[in-house]
Nanobody, 124 residues
């Protein structure tokens, strides 16, 4: 069992930056691939970024490439999403997720465990 708690969301102007954090409980955090998803009002949930258990492999959605970076610190049981050059269309609730494989996160667009989400609002 893995419990995930996101933090770091908020209101920022377009062009600004935010760093989301996701703190995980449990000793098995380092064995899970991790991801970030987002859901905007009236839209379906979409994949944003994923990182392998070791941190050696990452994958980003085309819409955030060059602006967002995913990283993790297994010693701190935490995964991060650094978001730069934010746009109004990045406004959404951002969810942290854990899965047994990158394929589950990136291709299937799902995960075994989810956080409660953190709101990111980008004003124009």
């Amino acid at each position: 069992q893995v419990q995930l708690v996101e933090s770091g969301g908020g209101l920022v102007q377009a062009g600004g930056s935010l760093r989301l954090s996701c703190a995980a409980s449990g000793r098995t955090f380092s064995t899970y691939d991790m991801g970030w998803f987002r859901q905007a009002p009236g839209k379906e949930r979409e994949f944003v970024a994923a990182i392998s258990w070791s941190g050696s492999n990452t994958n980003l959605a085309d819409s955030v490439k060059g602006r967002f970076t995913i990283s993790r610190d297994n010693a701190k049981n935490t995964v991060y999403l650094q978001m730069n050059s934010l746009k109004p269309e990045d406004t959404a609730i951002y969810y942290c997720a854990a899965a047994s494989s990158m394929y589950t996160i990136v291709t299937l667009g799902t995960a075994a465990y989810w956080g409660q989400g953190t709101q990111v609002t980008v004003s124009s």
